[in-house]
Nanobody, 127 residues
């Protein structure tokens, strides 16, 4: 089992920045792909970004490309999501997810591919 705890959410004005963190604990010796998803009120959960175990492979939703950056520090068992140039449409609950993988370059973009989820952190962007 892996436990994930997100932090770093909050209220920010449009154009501002936030950095989300996701700390993993438990069975962290295995290799995991990590992802960030978000869910706005009355909308389905959507993919934001993903990163392979090695950190060499990343993927982003078109809506956040060039504004968000996903990174990880395996020594600290932590994944980050740096969010710049935030827009009101980025307002949502942000969730961290983990999935065990065989190859260090693997990552996933579909929620059903992830086994473990955090409880979420809220991000609100005012106009």
């Amino acid at each position: 089992q892996v436990q994930l705890v997100e932090s770093g959410g909050g209220l920010v004005q449009a154009g501002g920045s936030l950095r989300l963190s996701c700390a993993a604990s438990g069975r962290t010796r295995s290799t995991y792909a990590m992802g960030w998803f978000r869910q706005a009120p009355r909308k389905e959960r959507e993919f934001v970004a993903a990163i392979s175990w090695s950190g060499g492979k990343t993927s982003y939703a078109d809506s956040v490309k060039s504004r968000f950056t996903i990174s990880r520090d395996n020594g600290k068992n932590t994944v980050y999501l740096q969010m710049n140039s935030l827009k009101p449409e980025d307002t949502a609950d942000y969730y961290c997810a983990a999935s065990p993988i065989y190859y260090s370059t693997q990552y996933y973009v579909t929620p059903t591919d992830y086994n473990y989820w955090g409880q979420g952190t809220q991000v609100s962007v005012s106009s």
